[in-house]
């Protein structure tokens, strides 16, 4: 059976090393393309030009080693990567800005150099996170430079990439969207993305597994420009929807002393709600859905169109922190001088992305509060160390059982499955008093209960244990 790594291959440039334009260069080499990766960072390049990954992502180290200086190469020289591509990938950031709108200064500034090294017909495809109508900011900014109509086309397709399963997310997509206004444009995109498509990636022996298969393979579907732009702003604000919807039932919940767990297994089952992101919690973070609510919300605005719909989305989620603050204040009664361990600081499980962590904000309320903080990650200590420097009050502990000694109570901020299935003798024994406030909800009120524990989670009633009868601790222990 031939081989689609060598019978399909497109000369791709992708600009920007982040966690999508990295994922996808190696990702398009993985299907079989010729691919350049460049970026302006010196050092970050030389890092991958060794070979190693400046982010953590399930499955990137080992396929970075498969195909780097074979599919795909890095570089600080952008030309070496425009010249030979046929579709360029626009990757660099689009970070929120004051006004709520994504700041598009740096795909500006990428597009003025693409225009100065331009040797010829290429697309240039929107991998970013961008508002509707880039794509027609874009094709100003070419003719602004000088580049004729003909010499290049500008399609959008949006990445549904999520943190810790990026690459699988990748290979084994729920949709891939193409939004192009020309049938020149658009087949040079289903080329690209052919492999998956026609399911021929994964016939290969070494094709990572997933949902996707030669039987059933990726779907593409095809759109408008503008309408591939606002299919990635709707997606994301409609997940947070999800997760502000929960959390607010949650809160209703609590306040009948019913079971937001038993609610949302409930709802889940019905095929028109499904299960995912029904969990309550501490609110949604991370690098997506915060700015992506907040650019949707800015666009919407500047078209006239009322959805405040959307503002109540980010202020659910901006007053969950707010009461799960107050859930550990309630707990412990007085906050200063006590001591909390603090079990994750990434936003989310499988990803050492600290961007906008609920747990990194509740932290320092925490420390503001005059509490002493010793934290456990197991992928993020040392970029929260960054934004959460050691101190006297901030320390960081090797595992969890190290954070929870002698500690006033235990909370948990980050979903990782290695907190849920944690030795509790062992964290009841570590604990100066065995009081644990769950953000995630990794737990049954009646288990914690039986073991020992005060326990407070999201949506649910609070159990609080007796102490009668436990071992009364040795402070020299």
């Known amino acids: 059976m031939p081989d689609s790594r060598v019978t399909a291959s497109v000369n791709i440039c992708v600009i920007g090393s982040g966690y999508v334009g990295l994922v996808a260069a190696v990702c398009f080499a993985e299907m079989g393309h010729l691919v350049v990766c460049v970026d302006n960072n010196e050092d970050k390049v030389a890092q991958l030009q060794r070979g190693e990954t400046p982010i953590y992502e399930a499955q990137l180290p080992e396929l970075l080693a498969r195909h780097r200086n074979k599919g795909v190469t890095f570089t600080t020289d952008l030309a070496a990567g425009i010249h030979p ?126 949902p996707c298969s030669a039987a059933e393979p990726a779907k593409l579907v095809v759109t408008s420009a503008q309408s591939a732009e606002i299919i990635k702003h709707a997606s994301n604000a409609f997940l947070a929807m999800k997760i502000s919807f929960i959390n607010a039932v949650a809160n209703l919940a609590e306040s009948v002393d019913a079971d937001i767990e038993d609610i949302a297994l409930g709802m889940g089952l019905d095929a028109r709600v499904g299960p995912r992101f029904l969990r309550a919690g501490l609110g949604y973070g991370g690098s997506c859905f915060p700015k992506d609510v907040a650019a949707f919300s800015w666009v919407a605005e500047q078209q006239g169109v009322d959805f405040r719909l959307l503002s109540e989305v980010r202020k659910i989620n901006e007053r969950q922190l707010d009461l799960f603050f107050e859930k550990i204040h309630s707990a412990l009664w007085t906050l200063r001088g006590k001591k ?64 929870a000694e002698d500690a006033d109570a235990l909370v948990i901020l980050t979903e990782w499955k290695e907190f849920a299935s944690l030795d509790l003798h062992r964290l009841n024994r570590a604990l100066k008093f065995p009081i644990l406030i769950d953000g995630r909800n990794l737990y049954s009120p009646t288990v914690m209960r039986d073991n020992g524990f005060t326990y407070v989670s999201v949506g649910r009633p609070a159990v609080y244990a007796s102490t009668q009868g436990r071992p009364r601790r040795n402070p020299a222990e």
């Open 85 to 210: 591509a046929e579709a360029v990938f626009i990757a660099v950031g689009t970070p929120q800005g004051n006004s709520g709108a994504a700041d598009l200064s740096y795909v500006e500034a990428v597009v003025s150099q693409i225009a100065q090294v331009m040797n010829g017909y290429k697309v240039l495809v929107e991998k970013s996170t961008v508002p509707v109508y880039t794509n027609e900011w874009i094709t100003r900014c070419m003719h602004r430079h000088g580049v004729a109509p003909e010499q290049f086309d500008v399609v959008s397709n949006p990445e549904f990439l999520r943190e810790g399963t990026a690459v699988g997310d990748f290979l084994h997509p729920d949709r891939i969207v193409v939004g192009a206004n020309n049938e020149r444009s658009a087949d040079l995109l289903r080329r690209i993305y052919a492999p998956l498509t026609e399911g021929r990636y994964y016939e290969q022996a070494d094709a990572l597994p997933g």
């Open 340 to 403: 909390i361990a603090a079990l994750g600081l990434a936003f989310k499980a499988d990803t050492d992305d600290i961007r906008d962590s609920p747990a990194i904000a509740l932290i320092r309320r925490l420390l503001d509060a005059g509490v002493k903080v010793t934290a456990y990650d197991p992928a993020a200590m040392a970029v929260a160390q960054r934004a959460l420097p050691a101190s006297e009050s901030m320390m960081y502990a090797a595992d969890p059982y190290a954070a």
